[in-house]
């Protein structure tokens, strides 16, 4: 059958269907290109890698500088925040706030929340509040690394499903949740339900299990009572294990 034979209802319905299986090929394409490590975008600089990485770092810190003139009741979270991402995995010294003596803390950077961070120790985690730390640095005699990528392990599997599936692949993993989503303090304790904790406020201490963490609180149960603390009465919490529990029984019954 020829071309001119063909009503006109008739050819637009096969020119569309044609143009359908183009779209879906395309798609195809696309995805398969994807898989095997093409089609990704183009560098965003025709600058050398390591002059655009200064004029990157410039770059951010100004615009930190600039929002923290702006908003100057943020300013210490944002410092805080940027500071802690630029250390993850790596060793800092952090002192807290605790009346006339402040209480010093060393250990590795493990989770950056919207406002707080987590500490890794030997034997502890523990969860510094932004708002009760008065000063955090490298400890002396330590490198000041500024990127965090020598710990990155690349993995092409999980590069290809955050291309392809960016939504469901973050949401499997806590670990991808708390890299592109700011956790809170309450968020983050509520994924810790029912670990032994100490937690250490401005007027007492008050070990137990973590039950939930909402509206502001987070309720801990202890043996003889249960006790919902205002998060913003914290001045830290670390985990606690049984015997250092036994030893803190022991201290107060001396």
Known sequence: MKRSDIRLDEYSKLLWEKRRQEKINESLENVVSLQKGKGLTSPSSELPTEELKMVEDYMHRSNLLNMGKALPERKKFLVLRKF?????????????????????????VNTIGRDFVTLLTLKDRIWIPF???????????????????????????????????????????????????????????????HTRVQVVTRESEFIGKIIKSENDKVVVKSIKE????????IIFIKTVRLFSLLSLLVKKQR
Do not use: C, M
């Open 226 to 233: 249960e006790r919902a603390i205002p998060l913003k009465d």
């Open 131 to 193: 708002q009760t730390i008065e000063s955090a640095k490298v400890p002396y005699g330590l490198p000041e690394v500024s990127s965090t990528h020598q710990h990155f392990v690349y993995d092409e599997e999980l590069r290809t499903k955050l291309i392809t599936r960016f939504s469901e692949t973050v949401a499997s993993k806590d670990v991808l949740v708390q890299q592109f989503f700011e956790e809170t303090l309450r968020t983050n304790l509520q994924t810790w339900k």
């Open 84 to 108: 802690f991402k630029h250390k993850r995995n790596q060793q800092v010294e952090v002192y807290v706030e605790n009346g006339t003596n402040p209480v010093q803390f060393l250990g590795k």
